[in-house]
């Protein structure tokens, strides 16, 4: 299995701003991935982390609100940009295996927006 | 369109057995997974059904069928820190996960 880890663990942003979440896997994974998710609710895919490349957006996520890195294959990052406070929620990195029988969670980032 | 559903919630009594049902309809399939998640923390695996069967893990057992498009979690001897939300969500054929809304489950002693 591998080990997750996030920083920050949260965060309280004003308006406009942004704020650079980082993800951290203790191996080399296969995929890596960026979940929302807002409270009493489940998870929502914002995007794949793809190493080397652009990353893959789902549908009513956009590059330019949520850039993503991936320089190497057990990092990434997770950019909120010009936030609002509709983007207040809970950030989730998650990563699996060339097996894909498994997907690890980061602990998570909760970031409020004022 | 792809679809995974679960109740929204149930209560049951410590000590006892819960079964937690999830059906989906998605495109292609390449596992189901289910998670629990307590909450304010991040969600923690639980199991992993790719063949149709019975897996056993302890007190918790999934369950899959692929024709019905249909799985379950079960829950023995129920312990009062199994009050969590319980997530299912299937792989499809791009190896995404496509998650259920959640069950949460209060277990009442």
């Known amino acids: 299995s591998a080990v997750i880890s996030q920083k920050p663990s949260r965060d309280i942003c004003q308006r406009g701003t942004s704020l650079t979440i980082q993800c951290q896997v203790d191996s080399q994974v296969t995929m890596m991935f960026w979940y929302r998710q807002q409270p009493g609710q489940s998870l929502t895919l914002i995007a794949t982390?793809?190493?080397?490349?652009?990353?893959?957006?789902e549908s009513g996520f956009v590059i330019d609100k949520f850039p993503i890195s991936r320089p190497n294959l057990t990092f990434s990052t997770l950019t909120v940009s010009n936030m609002s406070p509709e983007d207040s929620s809970i950030y989730l990195c998650s990563a699996s295996g060339t097996e894909f029988n498994e997907q690890f969670f980061g602990p998570g980032t909760r970031l409020t927006v004022l | 369109g792809q679809n995974i559903d679960q109740p929204t919630e149930m209560t049951a009594t410590e000590g006892a057995i819960v079964q937690i049902n999830c059906t989906y309809q998605t495109s292609g399939f390449n596992g189901l997974f289910w998670y629990q998640q307590h909450a304010g923390e991040a969600p923690t695996f639980l199991s992993y059904?790719?063949l149709d069967g019975l897996e056993e893990k302890g007190r918790f057992s999934s369950f899959l069928s692929r024709s019905k498009g249909y799985s379950y979690l079960l829950l023995k001897e129920l312990q009062m820190k199994d009050s969590a939300s319980y997530l299912c969500a299937v792989m499809d054929s791009n190896y995404q996960l496509i998650w259920g809304a959640g069950t949460k489950l209060i277990i009442k002693p």
């Open positions: 982390a793809n190493q080397g490349s652009e990353a893959t957006y």
């Open positions: 059904n790719v």
